[in-house]
C-alpha cells in the first residue's frame, strides 16, 4: 500500500532563512511525487513533481524538492523564505507500479508560517 | 495550459436541497477527474474519480446515490449532492489529470465551500 507522512503540523521560520518542509513515503513501485501549496479557503497549487531523472527538481516560486531513494524521503526545501510563503503544503505520492492503485495520495499538510 | 475552474465558490443551502458543482479544465482535455472533500484543518479525502463517458468510482464509505459525479465531456465534470444535510457542509475540491504537466500531474481547481443550514 501506498502511504505519505508529513512529520511536522506546522514549521514555523524567520523571513529570509531557509526552510524545509519534511516529506516520507511508502510504495511498491518507484513513486510519483508531488508537492502543492494551499492557500485559506483556495484550492490546491502546483509547486513540482518528481517523476523520473535528476534527484533535484526545482518548482514555483524558488521551491525545490530532493528525492532521496535511500530514505525514501521528498522534502521541500526554499534557500529564502517570504512571508507570502506562508500557507498549507501537502506532499503527495503515486505508485507507478502496473496494478497499483492510480491515486494520489496526499500527506496531513504542514503549515508554514514565516515569520517577518 | 493547466487551469481548472469550479463553479460556484460558495453556496449556502436549505437542508433537503440539491446543489450541483461543476468543475471545468479550460485549457486542456482531461479524461480523468476526481472530486476530494476537506474538512477543516485536515487533509484531502478522495470522494471518486470521474472519467469521460463512464460511471464514476467512488471510494469506499462515500454514497455514489447521495454524490452524483458526471462526467459528460472532456473539459467538465459535475458533483450533484442530493438532498443535502448539514452533515454535508465542506469544502469540496475537483482536479483533473493532464495538461502542462501531462498524465502525470493533477490540477486543481479553487474550491466549492457548500454550507447547509
Known amino acids: 500500500a501506498q502511504s505519505v507522512a508529513q512529520p511536522e503540523d506546522q514549521v514555523n521560520v524567520a523571513e529570509g532563512n531557509p526552510l524545509t518542509v519534511k516529506c516520507t513515503y511508502s510504495v511498491s513501485g518507484n513513486p510519483y511525487l508531488f508537492w502543492y501549496v494551499q492557500y485559506p479557503n483556495r484550492g490546491l497549487q502546483f509547486l513540482l513533481k518528481y517523476i523520473t531523472g535528476d534527484n533535484l527538481v526545482k518548482g514555483s516560486y524558488g521551491f525545490e524538492a530532493e528525492f532521496n531513494k535511500s530514505q525514501t524521503s521528498f522534502h521541500l526545501k526554499k534557500p529564502s523564505a517570504l512571508v507570502s510563503d506562508s500557507a498549507l503544503y501537502f506532499c503527495a505520492v503515486r505508485d507507478s507500479l502496473n496494478g497499483a492503485t492510480n491515486k494520489l495520495i496526499f500527506g496531513t499538510g504542514t503549515l508554514l508560517a514565516v515569520q517577518p | 495550459g493547466a487551469v481548472v475552474s469550479q463553479h460556484p465558490s460558495w453556496v449556502i443551502c436549505k437542508s433537503g436541497t440539491s446543489v450541483k458543482i461543476e468543475c471545468r479544465s479550460l485549457d486542456f482535455q482531461a479524461t480523468t477527474m476526481f472530486w476530494y472533500r476537506q474538512f477543516p484543518k485536515q487533509s484531502l479525502m478522495l470522494m471518486a474519480t470521474?472519467?469521460?463517458?463512464?460511471?464514476?468510482?467512488?471510494e469506499q464509505g462515500v454514497e455514489k446515490d447521495k454524490f452524483l459525479i458526471n462526467h459528460a465531456s472532456l473539459t467538465l465534470s459535475t458533483l450533484t449532492v442530493t438532498s443535502a444535510h448539514p452533515e454535508d457542509s465542506s469544502f469540496y475540491i475537483c482536479?483533473?489529470?493532464?495538461?502542462?504537466?501531462?498524465?502525470?500531474?493533477?490540477?486543481f481547481g479553487p474550491g466549492t465551500r457548500l454550507t447547509v443550514l
Open positions: 482536479s483533473a489529470r493532464g495538461g502542462a504537466g501531462g498524465l502525470n500531474t493533477q490540477y
Open positions: 470521474s472519467n469521460e463517458g463512464s460511471k464514476a468510482t467512488y
